[in-house]
T-cell receptor, first 116, second 113 residues
Framework: AQSVAQPEDQVNVAEGNPLTVKCTYS??????LFWYVQYPNRGLQFLLK??????LVKGSYGFEAEFNKSQTSFHLKKPSALVSDSALYFC??????????????FGSGTQLTVLP | DAGVTQSPTHLIKTRGQQVTLRCSPK?????VSWYQQALGQGPQFIFQ???????QRGNFPDRFSGHQFPNYSSELNVNALLLGDSALYLC????????????FGPGTRLLVL
């Protein structure tokens, strides 16, 4: 079985400061890792993914994430936060072991609030 | 390039009724997955369709069923609605060779009274 943990329900950061949203995962085999963002009353927007290759992945809107296999983590980062980054962020994992469907297993989400 | 579309956007039903939700995948995508997102939780996988067949199913009862049409669009049907079925239902589409990369629609908000 695969699982994702987002240990922080809420992250607050001042505008212009760096932000980190934490994610750890558990999966059999090599993971596919994703970050999605959700604005109020909206669906999920794809931010970035790690499949293979460079451990530092760059995505949309200046976000990046670092894959750390030994710590089974995939933390989302941004060097300088914007008020418009305030939203609900979900980490998700998929793996070959989940079958050909590659179903996504999501964490419980982290509410990011960027304070002006 | 049209993204994933879903209809309706909102729906109110009463316990015991049946509901049908619809999804059109992103242009060029042939695989559709459905997820249920309860309030305050992350999405949970219901099932996935490609080649007009259900290929994998999550931990949901048989009251949840689906269909995929030749144009790759899909329906999610829920019978005998329960209060606990109130949620945001998300459709995601992907390509057969890249099923792990899923693009989501805006969702249908279902309220069961």
């Amino acid at each position: 079985a695969q699982s994702v943990a987002q240990p922080e329900d809420q992250v607050n950061v001042a505008e212009g400061n760096p932000l980190t949203v934490k994610c750890t995962y558990s999966v059999s085999g090599n993971p596919y890792l994703f970050w999605y963002v959700q604005y109020p009353n909206r669906g999920l927007q794809f931010l970035l993914k790690y499949i293979t290759g460079d451990n530092l992945v760059k995505g949309s809107y200046g976000f990046e994430a670092e894959f750390n296999k030994s710590q089974t983590s995939f933390h989302l980062k941004k060097p300088s936060a914007l008020v418009s980054d305030s939203a609900l962020y979900f980490c998700a994992v998929s793996a070959l072991s989940s079958g050909s469907a590659r179903q996504l297993t999501f964490g419980s989400g982290t509410q990011l609030t960027v304070l002006p | 390039d049209a993204g994933v579309t879903q209809s309706p956007t909102h729906l109110i039903k009463t316990r015991g009724q049946q509901v049908t939700l619809r999804c059109s995948p992103k242009s060029g995508h042939d695989t559709v997955s459905w997820y249920q997102q309860a309030l305050g939780q992350g999405p949970q996988f219901i099932f996935q369709y490609y080649e007009e067949e259900e290929r994998q199913r999550g931990n949901f009862p048989d009251r949840f069923s689906g269909h995929q049409f030749p144009n790759y669009s899909s329906e999610l049907n829920v019978n005998a609605l329960l209060l606990g079925d109130s949620a945001l239902y998300l459709c995601a589409s992907s390509l057969a060779g890249q099923r792990e990369t899923q693009y989501f629609g805006p969702g249908t908000r279902l309220l069961v009274l």
